[in-house]
């Protein structure tokens, strides 16, 4: 079929619908809900046989869902309504939630139910749900209502709330007056639940030392406690440590809640944001001491079967300079260890989406922070590339983008959970890239349809990267069944036995393609391209990541997402 998709952003749920429609034969276009003449003139230029919604946050004119099947996905049980639905989930502690799609009608979320798939709500941030168990209930409950929509013979449930099976209600917006921590009374679980509710936005609007700021993200701490509930006693690779009545809290980022007529603001790691106030201890701990406790740690790392496991959580998946220091001196480690296999990457959500924007944009300059970064980057993936007495493995369970999914295809082989997105080019950043993807790439996937990837700037589900090469398996389930997974083939790997004559192999082929273009060459020539790009005249990357980080409303959908996308071949 012609679908549209018209989506206030393309954000990780539209690309994964997008991947989705491809993969099962439709053909799909996306316009983002801009205002309701250009989604008009979106609808009469495609013609789709059906529209979806994956992400809205405003109406669809009446005029193109009264003459069109419009199908909206909202992130609730039937029954739920409201713009808050995730927040109140996570809020009241819900254990079972669910994602409805249902047709658009005059009354938002009210209209005729198409399909239903309810998710065990895991005890995490709002946005690493949504990427997980949101979206693949999601996903589940729209390929049925296509299937359903293409067999016309279902017709979708009319919602009633008689109905023993409709267990949502109608919710208001989850304003600051729920979301707000009385530090004095709110146990370490309630703080936890309101923390997480607002992740990524909007936060939890809270004081400290004298000025408002957002909170964002919330992990609980195992030892530490404080005398002042509320009070910061502790610091630890950018996130500060909260005392609450009944233990502690961490809290990776903070945002300054914006004064009038002043400048923009967004997220950064806390105690960056705090730098003039702190006067709290740094309390480090290492990768191997933070795998055994339940504590807050960006990275760790583990031994199990003759497998090392290096797993690492930033943030969005954005990796500052200190992130890629501190994860380079974890993996050195790591290649010491008496193991044969290494794993890298998280047990959920993103691996990884590259150079960090945000501590760019706050860098007193930009483009020598960018520079610093992307060298960064560079040197752990180049430790990947040379490391020849082990087999590496990266284990994505979530989306990878940019230079974040050229650190995972570093490795020897790359494994991926059925549901990721992976985005594979630099140039909607108006970068070159860098990260040896010229060397990398091309291996993997044959040096056109590199270019046709990196060009495109076009999602890719799993499965058209396991055809393509640029993945080497993929496994369905849930973010933790797909690590029993790994697991179990990991072990698998280092037991085999045919590892050692795989050893001597991957020496052999790093020796002779040093020998015919040595890395050094690679890596100089992607950051001369780099170094146009952060500090040339007239290039587009600074105004690019300033738009992004700001969060600016673009004027326009895109061209590479309005032009209709075929099944993949």
Request: glycine content about 8%; hydrophobic content about 40%; overall charge negative.
């Amino acid at each position: 079929m012609r679908i549209l998709l018209i989506a206030s952003a393309f954000n990780s749920l539209t690309q994964r619908v997008h991947t989705e429609l491809r993969e099962r034969g439709h053909t799909v276009a996306v316009e983002l809900a801009l205002g309701d003449e250009p989604v008009r003139a979106a609808v009469n230029r495609t013609d789709p046989e059906l529209v979806i919604c994956p992400m809205l946050t405003r109406a669809i004119p009446e005029d193109v869902w009264s003459t069109r099947t419009v199908l909206i996905v909202h992130p609730g049980p039937k029954g739920d309504r409201g713009p808050s639905s995730l927040d109140w989930a996570i809020h009241e502690d819900a254990e079972r939630w669910g994602v409805t799609v249902l047709q658009a009608v005059q009354e938002m979320d009210a209209g005729p139910i198409w399909a239903s798939v309810d998710f065990t709500v895991e005890r995490c941030g709002k946005s690493e749900l949504y990427r997980s168990e949101v979206a693949d209930a999601a996903v589940d409950a729209v390929l049925s209502a296509v299937q359903r929509y293409e067999g016309r013979l279902f017709t979708p449930e009319p919602l009633d709330y008689a109905a023993p099976d409709v267990r949502g209600s109608l919710r208001p917006y989850h304003t600051q007056e729920f979301r707000r921590i009385d530090w004095a009374e709110d146990d370490t679980a309630t703080v936890l639940r309101k923390l997480r509710s607002a992740d990524s936005q909007p936060g939890v609007l809270d004081e400290l030392y004298g000025r408002e700021y957002f909170l964002h993200g919330g992990h609980p701490e195992d030892r530490l406690r404080g005398a002042t509930p509320g009070a910061v006693i502790a610091t630890r690779d950018g996130a500060i440590c909260r005392a609450t009545v009944d233990g502690a809290v961490w809290i990776p980022q903070l945002r300054p809640r914006r004064t009038p007529g002043g400048p923009a603001t967004f997220k950064l790691p806390a105690a960056t944001v705090l730098r003039e106030h702190l006067t709290v201890r740094e309390v480090p701990l290492s990768p191997a001491r933070a795998a055994g406790s339940p504590t807050w740690s960006e990275i760790r790392y583990r031994e199990s079967d003759g497998v090392g496991y290096l797993e690492f959580a930033f943030p969005s998946g954005a990796m500052s300079t200190d992130q890629c220091r501190r994860l380079l001196a974890a993996y050195q480690e790591a290649v010491d260890r008496p193991t044969s296999v290494l794993v890298l990457g998280p047990p959920r959500d993103f691996f990884s989406n590259g150079i960090h924007l945000n501590v760019i944009e706050a860098a007193p300059f930009p483009a020598l922070e960018s520079w610093d970064n992307i060298n960064a980057m560079d040197d752990l993936v180049e430790a990947i590339l040379t490391t020849t007495d082990k087999l590496t493995v990266s284990a994505l369970a979530g989306n990878a983008a940019a230079g974040g999914l050229m650190l995972a295809i570093a490795a020897d082989e790359v494994w991926c959970r059925d549901s990721a997105v992976l985005n594979p080019h630099y140039r909607l950043m108006g970068l070159h890239g860098s990260e040896y993807w010229t060397y990398t790439l091309p291996r993997r996937v044959g040096a056109e349809q590199a270019e046709r990837l990196t060009s495109a700037a076009l999602p890719v589900g799993t499965a058209e990267a396991q055809r393509l090469g640029l993945v080497d398996r993929t496994q369905g389930g849930s973010a933790a069944e797909f690590r029993r997974w790994v697991s179990r083939e990991a072990a698998r790997l280092a037991g085999s036995a045919e590892l050692t004559g795989r050893l001597v192999e991957k020496k052999r082929r790093r020796a002779e393609d040093e020998e015919t273009r040595p890395l050094a060459e690679y890596r100089a020539e992607e950051l001369r391209q780099m170094h146009r790009n952060f500090y040339g005249a007239g290039e587009p990357y600074h105004e690019l990541r300033r738009a992004f980080v700001h969060k600016v409303c673009p004027v326009r959908t895109p061209e590479h997402l309005t032009v209709p996308a075929g099944p993949y071949a």
